[in-house]
């Protein structure tokens, strides 16, 4: 039947035109954008989801650029620390030297202390962005390193943590611990040092009966030839009336325990904090004593190093080999945390690398098949017109049944 009222075929033909006419403007769309889901109306869950990849990728930018400030600030210590150490047994050379009678110890001590100024001046030159993790001034540091998304969509931080070590000098507080000695040794207030002569050699060290010298975290060691002990002073130790007997007793243990052929250590007590060594044995033994007050700097006993007598280069010989170990453990401890900061920098670099191609597959278009796309729907919109055409002009046959 046909009907000058109802054109079925207009309608169809004009129905597929609409139909070419959306895919052939979503394909032109694809072309122009690059992106088969260019806004939410596209595909909202896989719209969501790009959007929700895009915005760590941006966190994980802001998370390289603190990784290579904090990489930075660590490198910078770690220089420094190396160099302290270099520097140490630069001025180790020196107090050996120290050592013989034939020497000027003057002039020695003149480049130690030109040593030590030098470490100081590389202390406080050791700081990147106004923060030093050498000087003292922070007890550690934060890095932010991840953000970590869980299935839920919660997202935390996780952060990289660098332990500051301190190689200052400052902050030392003389109080006078070794408070006397017998004749023939040499007492400094913090420092003590004597030779005990082989055969029954005899001197005392005492420790100064005064409880408010001692704060917990003082520090008191002894060297005994090659050998050294040390003892902690703690909150109770510093409390008590009678800190210097506690202490003089601890080390008499700590120096029995080392089994030295031929050295007897007595404990005096009715002199308080006295120790009396007495050396039966066939060789001469070097003992020195230095105190470090927990106020002081990772590198406080440098400002004690003196070689102007013999007594005081021997003592310097056993702070020179903390002092050694301390900034070793320092160069150590950076450098262990710099490989760590570059690895995370490395693996957050792959991280965005993939996460960039994930938001790609889900939401770029492929612009091989777009283009093959749009040429048969180019072809089609024509054939479409052409139908349309075809279809509008059927009524104008009906005109001829009636003439």
Do not use: C, H
């Amino acid at each position: 039947m046909s009907s000058i009222l109802t054109n079925t075929g207009a309608m169809v033909a004009l129905q597929s035109l609409k139909s070419i006419n959306s895919g052939l403007e979503k394909t032109q769309s694809e072309i122009s954008t690059g992106k088969s889901i260019a806004n939410a109306k596209d595909n909202s869950a896989i719209w969501s989801i790009s959007k929700v990849m895009e915005s760590d990728v941006r966190g994980f930018k802001g998370i390289s650029d603190s990784l290579a400030l904090g990489e930075s600030t660590v490198a910078v210590a770690r220089n420094a620390s190396e160099t302290v150490t270099e520097l140490l047994t630069q001025m180790k050379e020196k107090i050996v030297a120290a050592q013989e009678d034939n020497v000027d110890r003057t002039k020695i001590n003149d480049d130690v202390t030109q040593l030590r100024n030098q470490i100081n001046s590389v202390v406080s030159a050791a700081q990147f962005n106004g923060l030093n993790l050498v000087d003292g001034s922070v007890a550690n540091s934060t890095i932010l390193a991840s953000l970590d998304r869980d299935s839920t969509g919660a997202v935390t931080a996780s952060q990289i943590t660098v332990t500051a070590q301190d190689l200052s000098s400052g902050g030392y507080v003389a109080n006078d611990i070794f408070s006397g000695s017998s004749s023939g040794s040499s007492a400094a207030g913090d420092t003590v040092a004597f030779p005990l002569d082989a055969g029954g050699g005899n001197e005392q060290i005492e420790i100064a009966e005064n409880g408010a010298a001692f704060a917990a975290g003082d520090r008191v060691s002894l060297r005994i030839g090659e050998e050294e002990v040390s003892y902690t002073i703690t909150a109770d130790d510093a409390a008590s009336t009678t800190t210097a007997d506690i202490v003089a007793v601890a080390l008499k243990a700590k120096i029995d325990e080392l089994g030295i052929a031929g050295l007897t250590v007595d404990y005096d007590s009715g002199t308080p904090g006295t120790l009396d060594f007495t050396n039966a044995g066939t060789t001469d033994i070097a003992i020195s004593g230095q105190f470090q007050n927990a106020g002081s700097g990772g590198l406080g006993g440098l400002a004690t190093i003196d070689v102007t007598t013999q007594a005081n280069a021997t003592a310097a010989l056993g702070t020179i080999e903390t002092l050694i170990d301390t900034a070793i453990s320092a160069s150590a401890a950076f450098g262990s945390v710099q490989g760590r900061i570059e690895t995370q920098s490395n693996f957050i670099s792959s991280l965005t690398d993939s996460l960039k191609a994930g938001i790609g597959s889900l939401v770029d278009a492929d612009m091989e098949e777009a283009s093959a796309r749009l040429q048969a729907l180019q072809v089609q919109q024509q054939l479409g017109v052409q139908a349309l055409s075809i279809a509008n002009q059927a009524p104008q046959s009906i005109l001829s049944l009636f003439r």
